[in-house]
């Protein structure tokens, strides 16, 4: 078996309205509904499909609750423009900029919280590192 990508996660949460508004209009995702009225967060090839904690869909997470998520999202902007938008939302953010490894190599990351507490991690490659297509990760 190979794994080729991450498609889509879930994140249970206390409010998809403010999670919503969060990952759209903080994030600059796609808001997309789906299924039965379903909400979706969509960024590049990838999703986060959001379910109101106390009416999660079958089949779930062990134990789906608010707040136990922990992710890192590649920006293509510097994360002086990144920390330069969340003022601009007042987020304030929880550590960063700070060098981490991220699957590609060196990166550099800032760390925000969004409204169920998730530590999302922001983070850039910066310009030597700009994947295209998914043959150059061979």
Same mark, same amino acid.
């Given at each position: ?5 991450? +498609?889509?996660?879930? $994140? ?5 309205? @403010?999670?919503?508004? !969060?990952?759209? +209009? ?23 499909? !959001?379910? @109101? ?17 922990? !992710? ?21 953010? &929880? $550590?960063?900029? &700070? ?36 043959? @150059? $990760?061979?």
């Amino acid at each position: 078996m190979r794994i080729e990508r991450l +498609d889509h996660l879930v $994140l249970t949460v206390k409010s998809i309205d @403010e999670s919503v508004r !969060f990952y759209g +209009d903080v994030l600059g995702m796609d808001i997309q509904t789906f299924g039965q009225g379903r909400k979706a967060a969509k960024f590049g090839l990838q999703k986060i499909n !959001f379910q @109101e904690v106390g009416h999660e869909i079958d089949p779930k997470a062990d134990k789906p609750m608010p707040g136990s998520a922990d !992710f890192c999202l590649i920006v293509n902007d510097s994360l002086q423009e990144v920390l330069r938008q969340l003022k601009e939302h007042c987020i304030e953010p &929880v $550590l960063g900029p &700070v060098e981490r490894t991220g699957a590609l190599g060196p990166m550099q990351s800032v760390y925000i919280r969004d409204p169920d507490d998730n530590l999302v991690e922001l983070s850039s490659y910066g310009p030597h590192v700009r994947i295209t297509n998914r043959d @150059e $990760l061979k």
